[in-house]
């Protein structure tokens, strides 16, 4: 009986063991060839490469004091639309009162030495000509009439510097537009120069655009482009790339890049979205999906089929500026790659897939499937 049931024991062990066994033979089998949605890299043409921007006035100054002091007083708002000649803010004037105030008493009392020095000039003129003084005497007084002039005139200068100084405590609009930004609050003590307002002046618009290092070189001023207002998809404006950074952001690494166009009767506001179109200089040019983008040790990188054996093998790529479902590549793959177009996370260096279309279709000849498999 105990021989009966030993028997019986290990039957089942040993089916235990055949089950687990084809188990595991179908888990590798699945890891090992999976379908990959596969795309064949193909010349785009001369492609054509968008930018996001913002729309910004063409001259956007940056508004501040001439001298220095304590902000008493702002009369402009971010948003506000100002005039030319307009007061925007006012420092604390009583210093500069007090400088003007001493700067004429100066003046006044030069004016009378001035005034003493041409009468004690006139007498001693007088007594020269009846011989009772003598010529030294009268050079010394004409001398002391020069210099009492002198004195007068750097006193009403001094005068209108601080006639100017006052005039500085007030802080005036330049040009028409609209305040963008305000740098500084009532109360706040400011330095000769410290920016207050941001004012986008009236007139030009343009469309702020940031450049990739990949393609800053094709793009000199000049050169005509489109613009595409995000409130009026599918019209697009012409437009001349005006200016380019001749240095990259240390942070970003683009080049900082203006726009200019003509809207026309469009409605354009200031900081409204919009994107910039370029063709692409009649070069021939691949792009890929944006799902094929995976990294290799911080750069980007595509994984590649090869035709032959369906293995995979990931390939570091050059890539420019990312359009909304495709990114080009500039470098690192050929027309006729296969590329795996998603699930590139899951993939592993050397992995065999069976590559299929959009529609679910193998890629590959069935007698390199059958090898595969």
């Not at 949605?37 to 006035?57: D, I, K, M, N, W």
């Not at 402009?76 to 925007?88: H, T």
Request: with cysteine.
């Amino acid at each position: 009986m105990r021989a009966k049931t030993l028997v019986i024991r290990l039957f089942l062990l040993s089916g235990m063991l055949a089950l687990t066994a084809a188990c595991s033979g179908n888990g590798d089998h699945d890891a090992s060839v999976r379908p990959a949605l596969v795309v064949e890299v193909r010349p785009g043409g001369a492609g054509v490469a968008s930018f996001a921007g913002e729309v910004r006035a063409r001259h956007e100054p940056e508004l501040s004091f001439r001298i220095g002091g304590k902000l008493a007083k702002r009369h402009a708002e971010v948003g506000d639309r100002v005039r030319a000649g307009q007061a925007l803010a006012e420092l604390d004037a009583a210093d500069v009162a007090l400088q003007l105030e001493a700067a004429r008493a100066a003046l006044a009392s030069a004016e009378a030495d001035l005034a003493l020095a041409n009468a004690e000039l006139e007498r001693h003129r007088r007594l020269y000509e009846r011989q009772l003084v003598s010529q030294s005497l009268l050079e010394t007084r004409q001398a002391q009439f020069d210099a009492a002039q002198a004195r007068v005139r750097q006193a009403r200068a001094q005068a209108a510097v601080s006639g100017n100084q006052a005039e500085y405590a007030v802080l005036r609009a330049p040009a028409d537009g609209v305040i963008t930004r305000r740098l500084a609050e009532a109360g706040q003590v400011v330095a000769a120069g410290q920016p207050v307002y941001v004012l986008a002046e009236d007139g030009e618009r343009e469309v702020a655009i940031s450049l990739p290092e990949q393609v800053a070189a094709d793009f000199a001023p000049g050169r005509e482009l489109l613009v595409e207002l995000w409130s009026l998809p599918g019209k697009r404006f012409p437009g001349l790339l005006r200016e380019v950074s001749p240095a990259a952001d240390p942070q970003a690494r683009t080049f900082a890049a203006r726009v200019s166009f003509e809207p026309g009767d469009a409605p354009v506001e200031l900081g409204q979205s919009a994107r910039v179109y370029a063709s692409g200089n009649g070069r021939q040019t691949l792009s890929v999906p944006l799902s094929a983008l995976h990294r290799l040790d911080e750069r980007p990188a595509v994984w590649v089929v090869d035709k032959a054996s369906g293995a995979v093998s990931l390939r570091p790529v050059e890539i420019g500026a990312y359009g909304e479902e495709a990114v080009p590549v500039l470098a690192g793959l050929q027309a006729g790659d296969w590329v795996v177009a998603a699930g590139v996370h899951l993939l592993r260096e050397g992995q065999r897939v069976m590559p299929v279309d959009r529609q679910n279709r193998p890629l590959m000849a069935p007698a390199v499937a059958a090898a595969a498999d």
